[in-house]
Each structure stands twice: as C-alpha cells, then as structure tokens.
C-alpha cells in the first residue's frame, strides 16, 4: 500500500466514524496544551491507536487522541498530542495526520506548540503568534516524489510552491481579535507599539530532542529567530503544500538556553504548559467561529 492509500484509508475510516460532515477548521496541539480539546463540545473521541496508520506519540503530556465536535459553536478536529521526529519518526509519518487532515477537506488548520523564547522581552507563559519559520530541523517533508492527489484546493500540490506567506496574515488578523476580545493586552506584547494584542514572531525548528545550546541561541537569535521549537515547521510545509492556510501559535515556556536561570527541563515546559493551556483554549474557542466562517465564505 502506498502513503497515498495509507492516507486515504485512515480519512476514510474518520468519515466513517464521523458520519459525515467533516469540519472545514483543524486545530493541533501541542506539548502540555490539550485543555483545548476538552471545550469541544458533543465530542467523538479517537485515540490514535484505533485511526489506521496513525503515528501515535511516546512523549509524556502529549495524549494521542482526535477530538472532534464543535469549539465555540464551530466544527473542529482537534489533535491532541502529534508525533515528532525526535521520537524516531520519519517525515512523512510526522505529516502523516496532517495529510489525512487535508484528506478530510480541511481548510485551515491552527498549529500550536510549546516554544522556548529567543526574542527580549518574552516572559514565560506568554502567546505569540508565528508571522514566519526557519527550517533548521535539516530535513523537508517534501522530500522524494511528488504526489499532486494531495492537493486540497485546486491550483495546489505542487512540485514548487510559493512560502512566502506560510503562516496566513488574514488568520493572525483573525486571531489578534479574538485575542483582543479575550482581554489579552499589555503583557502578551507590543500592544503599545502596534496595537497588537499578541505579539508575533519568527519560530526556528531544531530536529531536538536535545535543547539548545546557549551557543546555537545566540546564533538563532542572529538569524532573526524569536522562539524556538521541535515541530510545527513540518505540518506548516505539508499543509502549504495542499493549500490549507496555516495559523501557528507558540506557547512561550521558558527562556530559551542560556537567557534564565534555571537549567532546561521538559518538567518546565509541562508545568508552564499547564499554566498558559486554559487561555489558549479561551484564544481557541473565540478563534474557531471566526476561521470557520472565513473558510465557509471561500469557494
Ligand atoms: N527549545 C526547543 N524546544 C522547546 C523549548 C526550547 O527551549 N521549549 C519548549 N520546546
């Protein structure tokens, strides 16, 4: 069986259990952030052992389940934990939930991960909104044939394709009133400056799972990275290259390498994860009405 049927054999057993109507809004979740996933309402619960080929993460605090129901009145899918290639994955198992999201006709999908901050000014448990990515993991899930059935929007699919706006500046836009609404001002960034309620940045991807050290920090920050990360850069190229427009979202939970006081831990990331995880399901119940109904405007 190729990767091809793979995918639509788990998008097909997902129509099945969802019965049809499958929401057009896509939301991952990242290390320690899954209270998102228990707002969706009239939920149907899929751990990913039971969805055909699905990679299933080993990483604690990563729960390994879709969710999919409505989130603040929208149809979502959430996935609650994905699968990293720290952990031994390829890259194309990696992307593997994202292609059987695009699979299912989602439109856009909503990226979140744990991120350690770069950028000064960054406190821990802050949200910042991804405006670009750099690609530092060495790899590009893109790699080997390409296979234009993927594509989930005419014109996609390509070969080549532009990445010049990976990360939709109409969702930010959407995303920063919803956050507004939320009451996020002042300490989440450069309200005073831009009239932003979140602030956005650069997100780096390092192949992990070693972290950083102060070293390559410095360097990263050099190159104009703001938080940095070991996921999210592969689904953002695969769901670029099927069309589906990208909104990323770091959860800020810890300084980066070299720039605190205390020595890294997953333990850190995990508690900080804990923290910030109730407001970003806030962020994501306000957000998911908004980007469903963008997409349900769309041809
Ligand atoms: N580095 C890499 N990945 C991370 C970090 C970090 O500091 N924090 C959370 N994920």
């Not at 099927?242 to 070299?258: H, Q, Y």
Request: aromatic share 6%; charged share 20%.
């Amino acid at each position: 069986m190729t990767y091809y049927e793979q995918v639509q054999e788990a998008a097909e057993y997902l129509e099945w259990r969802l019965g049809g109507g499958a929401p057009r809004v896509g939301i991952v979740l990242g290390s320690g952030l899954g209270a998102a996933a228990d707002a969706v309402a009239g939920a149907a619960v899929m751990p990913y052992g039971e969805i055909p080929h699905f990679p299933h993460s080993t990483v604690e605090g990563h729960s390994g389940r879709m969710v999919a129901g409505e989130l603040g009145g929208a149809p979502v899918i959430v996935l609650q934990g994905r699968a990293h290639a720290y952990e031994g994955y390829s890259p194309r198992e990696v992307t593997f939930p994202m292609r059987v999201l695009g699979a299912l006709g989602i439109r856009a999908v909503v990226l979140t991960n744990a991120a350690g901050g770069i950028a000064q000014g960054l406190h821990v448990g802050q949200i910042v909104l991804l405006a670009d990515h750099i690609n530092m993991m060495g790899w590009n899930p893109l790699t080997g044939p390409n296979e234009p059935r993927f594509a989930a929007r005419p014109g996609a699919g390509l070969r080549f394709f532009d990445m010049t706006e990976a990360y939709s500046k109409a969702l930010r836009e959407l995303a920063q009133e919803a956050a507004r609404e939320e009451g996020f001002t002042g300490d989440e960034g450069q309200a005073g400056e831009l009239g932003l309620a979140l602030k956005e940045g650069v997100y780096l991807a390092t192949p992990g799972p070693s972290f950083e050290t102060p070293a390559e920090i410095r360097a990263f920050r050099a190159l104009g990275a703001t938080l940095v990360g070991m996921s999210t850069v592969p689904e953002t190229i695969v769901a670029r290259h099927m069309g589906i427009e990208v909104l990323g979202i770091s959860c800020v939970t810890n300084l980066a390498a070299g720039l605190g006081s205390t020595p890294l831990s997953h333990v850190e990331v995990e508690e900080t994860g804990r923290m910030v995880e109730a407001r970003l399901a806030g962020l994501l119940k306000r957000l998911a009405p908004r980007i469903a109904a963008k997409v349900e405007q769309e041809p």
